[in-house]
């Protein structure tokens, strides 16, 4: 049975979902853009139906799986969105987003976390690729538990392209850092927009329209630490977690993972197909999230209870030009 697929995405990713649509054997039957004016010209170039809006798109019962590649500040708009996801979740549709959508303690979050017609939004929908579950990670699963505590790290993602992508980024980090060090007590962070820095007091953009470089430092009740640094305007696709620790080194990434002990020593180490070009390797990281959604199996929704506060954090951090806590994000929601 073939399987089609309905996407929402800026007129600079159409490449890109050009080569997961090809590499997944999907056909794409509606199209439209954040952008109006994009909106026609990115479904030409799948030969496919055009979507006026994201609520045109969703009720297309044509498409198996609605992919939203950009989002560009609409999920965090009064738009009814949260509503038509459930409207078309409950029709048989699968919905997936590239862009990350409001987490607990955000503007605007409400209406994904009321339950509508029966269903919260939120858990109608999935976010991804995630890093912590890519095959990669998967595979190194018994490799990290081996290897123990966890005392820094360096969490770096570098991308390329003018869809904002940045939230999805530092959601992506975020989520691996708390997987492996747990929730820390302070994050001091600072948000470059594209040409220009965020002044202390002027608000960063919604996290699915953030875009530009994000770098933070996360301090940890322990003693312990962590380094964020990703950018959507560095170029290509890579994305790897550094962990240091008594057990030494292990670095992961999309490509596989290296343990290596404090005397430079190899213990364990893996190394999955080399793709040789960036713009591949994204393809592949994109099929392996959709892919299990298509095929109807049930994947794991974004720990959103415990990143929202510590993205909040991180964002308001980039505001005020201070230190702040997700505890106290926490307890004011």
């Known amino acids: ?109 409400e209406d994904w976390y009321t339950p509508a017609d029966g269903r919260v939004p939120a858990e109608a929908i999935r976010f991804g690729p995630l890093l912590r579950r890519a095959p990669a990670a998967q595979e190194a699963a018994e490799v990290l538990e081996a290897f123990g505590d966890v005392r820094s790290a360096l969490i770096a993602g570098h991308r390329g392209g003018e869809a904002p992508a940045a939230g999805a980024q530092l959601v992506d980090a975020l989520d691996v850092l708390v997987a492996y060090m747990g929730e820390p007590e302070r994050v001091d962070a ?70 290596v002990d404090a005397s430079g020593r190899l213990v364990d180490g893996t190394e999955r197909r080399d793709r040789g070009d960036a713009a591949l390797a994204e393809v592949d990281a ?4 959709l892919s299990p959604i298509l095929q109807g199996r049930a994947t794991p929704p974004l720990d959103a209870e415990t990143l929202g506060p510590l993205v909040s954090a991180t964002l308001l951090s980039t505001r005020t030009g201070q230190a702040e806590s997700p505890a106290t994000i926490r307890a004011m929601a």
């Open 286 to 289: 994109l099929a392996d999230f």
């Open 1 to 109: 049975m073939e399987q089609t697929l309905g996407i929402w995405a800026a007129a600079s990713q159409v490449e890109l979902i050009a080569a997961l649509a090809r590499t997944l054997g999907v056909r794409v039957v509606a199209a439209g853009a954040p952008v109006r004016a994009q909106g026609p010209g990115v479904a030409d170039a799948f030969g496919a139906s055009y979507a006026a809006d994201l609520h045109d798109l969703l009720a297309d019962d044509r498409a198996g799986c609605v992919l939203l590649a950009c989002l560009d500040g609409e999920a965090s708009r009064s738009s009814g969105l949260p509503r038509a996801i459930v409207r078309a979740a409950a029709e048989g549709r699968a919905i997936a987003t590239l862009a990350p959508i409001p987490l607990p303690t955000a503007d605007g979050a």
């Open 190 to 259: 600072a948000h470059l927009a594209v040409g220009r820095p965020t002044r202390t007091g002027r608000q960063a953009p919604a996290l699915d329209a953030l875009h530009g470089d994000v770098t933070a430092h996360y301090r940890f009740a322990d003693g312990k630490a962590a380094v964020v640094a990703i950018s959507d305007q560095a170029g290509g696709w890579s994305r790897r977690a550094t962990l240091l620790g008594p057990a030494g080194r292990l670095d992961l990434g999309d490509g596989g993972h290296r343990w």
